[in-house]
């Protein structure tokens, strides 16, 4: 009787122990059974697209196979990821890649360890998958720049998500991402571009093996954005650029839309998708032409003589010379109580020489005598109206600001007290004065405008897929209002000499047969504090990375500007060649 009574009484519990369960405890169990069946797997959000002014495609997605690891599945990740070198090829270059990702995601991630397979390897993995749990093939969107190194610094790359990246990041927008913009628009854009991460409800077997997808949250994919570059104006300034190291940048002076923005030599951004290897990355950063370089943006050059016509114009404003003031330039220049001697390029001087022919032929010795009258305040003061020494304010990172020298910075900077002949030698572009090309273009646009200033961008307009277009506005920068409008006139024609006259610097190199009006000015960015008549001459005799760089600045057509164009080529003086040629493409008017 005893043990039926035991018996009895643990049937009791059992009972009492099910009915808790299965009635009291119900509704927790059940959720817990859900939340063990089913998972939330993120989706990643298609990448906006980048087209050009044109609806060029510059950065594309292109569909790949990749090779993923759940870490959190996988028994011996050391034996399966030698098992799987024999199934599929794998370098070393995956493997640091993919320990690199190991670190930064959460175990239960799926993290790539090869992208683009081949269809050799899909086929060969998958007669073998039933050997390496937690191993899968994912389709996925890859970026693809199908231009390679052209538009390199303005596009940028994007690159695998690193640890200092991740932790500013949204993580769980970004939970289902391995990409994010390194660099130039993929980079100023990332949030654009990027998207809205979205998720499956997925329904998974005892093993964990997902059966169905139970709810699809579609996410919201990223703007497709389209710039203000001209893919076709670029590529002939690439083209026209092609042997040579240095930048050029166009602008569209009535908008402030960059229509073009080169610098070369340049690198392939469809490297840095797939990871690049130390090896190669180490070959372009130590590269002595330095290709990972962005001389459009940050690249940092003497002004030099196109300096000429902003001092001009406040020489002008500010009533210390006038179009019939003359000198007699003898090709030599002397401070007052100085005994030092300032050479004129030209050796035995200019002659007779006023404003218009000084800027037109680029009379050193005019642009001495004036900075004496003038003071490096006001030529100062001009130099930053025309943006100089300040951002430009483009939409791109890294921009640099270049260099207004004054005695402040002087003194700051270099611990020194500002002297006159530094205001001699700013007063042609020399010394401490430098700019980017960046904004060389921009103050020649202003210029072109006269005086109506933009701040230059490269974003057109953007659009969600199926949603409509938002264009971008341009935005203005205070005017420069002279007291007299014929200053413009009288400066522009000079420049415009510069180019048409016998007597311009640029006459001979531009050559003739356009049919466009253009103004323009040159210079010569030394790379020595030498001031030697006619050394010029000797520039080809010399070692060619201490030859000096050339500038050349212009707009076009004069009375309705279509084109603002900075070039600057490094140890050459190719500047005004490779200025026709992209000004003959871009305003169609060939040479008879």
């Not at 390679?148 to 289902?176: C, K, P």
Request: with cysteine; glycine share 8%.
């Amino acid at each position: 009787m005893l043990a039926i009574f035991v018996i009895t009484l643990f049937i009791g519990l059992l009972i009492a122990r099910l009915a808790y369960l299965q009635i009291y405890k119900n509704t927790l169990y059940t959720t817990l059974s859900t939340k063990n069946a089913i998972d939330l797997i993120p989706i990643e959000p298609t990448r906006g697209l980048i087209y050009d002014r044109n609806g060029v495609l510059l950065a594309e997605n292109i569909p790949v196979f990749s090779l993923d690891i759940i870490p959190l599945q996988v028994p011996n990740l050391g034996k399966t990821l030698a098992a799987l070198g024999k199934v599929v090829d794998l370098n070393d270059n995956d493997i640091s890649q993919f320990k690199k990702q190991l670190k930064q995601r959460r175990r239960f991630d799926e993290i790539p360890l090869k992208l683009r397979l081949t269809e050799t390897e899909v086929a060969r993995f998958t007669e073998n998958q039933y050997q390496f749990p937690g191993v899968v093939i994912k389709a996925r969107l890859m970026r693809h720049y199908p231009f390679g190194e052209s538009f390199s610094h303005v596009l940028g790359y994007v690159g695998r998500i690193n640890t200092d990246e991740l932790g500013e990041i949204d993580q769980i927008n970004y939970s289902a991402s391995h990409y994010i913009g390194k660099l130039g628009i993929e980079k100023f854009y990332e949030e654009e571009l990027h998207g809205n991460v979205g998720y499956e409800e997925v329904e998974n077997d005892a093993s964990g093996k997902p059966i169905r997808i139970l709810k699809k949250i579609s996410g919201t994919p990223g703007k497709n954005i389209t710039l203000t570059i001209d893919s076709k104006l670029q590529l002939a300034a690439e083209k026209a650029m092609l042997g040579y190291r240095g930048a050029i940048v166009a602008i569209q002076p009535q908008t402030g839309q960059v229509l073009a923005m080169v610098s070369e030599p340049a690198y392939d951004p469809n490297l840095f998708v797939l990871g690049i290897t130390q090896k190669d990355y180490q070959e372009l950063q130590q590269s002595p032409e330095k290709p990972l370089y962005d001389r459009a943006l940050r690249g940092l050059y003497p002004l030099a003589s196109t300096i000429k016509p902003y001092l001009a114009l406040e020489g002008l404003e500010s009533g210390l010379t006038t179009p019939d003031y003359t000198i007699f330039d003898t090709g030599t220049f002397k401070l007052p109580n100085s005994s030092r001697v300032w050479h004129d390029w030209v050796r035995r001087g200019h002659g007779k020489v006023n404003l218009s022919r000084a800027i037109t032929s680029s009379c050193d010795v005019y642009f001495y005598q004036l900075s004496t009258k003038m003071g490096i305040k006001l030529m100062d003061d001009i130099l930053t109206q025309f943006g100089y020494g300040y951002l430009t304010g483009i939409d791109l990172d890294g921009e640099l600001p270049g260099v207004v020298a004054s005695p402040a910075w002087k003194l700051k900077t270099k611990g020194t007290h500002w002297f006159p002949g530094d205001t001699t030698n700013s007063s042609i572009g020399q010394g401490d004065m430098q700019a980017t090309p960046l904004q060389l273009a921009s103050a020649v646009s202003t210029m072109a405008t006269r005086g109506q200033r933009y701040v230059p961008f490269l974003l057109l307009g953007e659009q969600l897929p199926g949603k409509t277009y938002l264009a971008h506005q341009p935005t203005t920068i205070d005017p420069i209002i002279l007291s007299e409008k014929k200053y413009w006139d009288l400066v522009i024609n000079a420049m415009q000499n510069v180019v048409d006259s016998p007597q311009g610097t640029a006459y001979g190199q531009f050559g003739r047969g356009y049919t466009y009006t253009i103004a323009g000015k040159t210079g010569t960015g030394a790379l020595s504090k030498r001031r030697i008549p006619d050394e010029e001459d000797k520039q080809e005799s010399m070692p060619e990375k201490l030859r000096d760089h050339h500038l050349f600045v212009a707009f076009a057509p004069i009375d309705d500007p279509k084109i603002a164009i900075a070039i600057i080529t490094e140890n050459s003086n190719n500047a005004i060649s490779i200025a026709r040629a992209i000004l003959d493409y871009y305003l169609g008017a060939k040479p008879k």
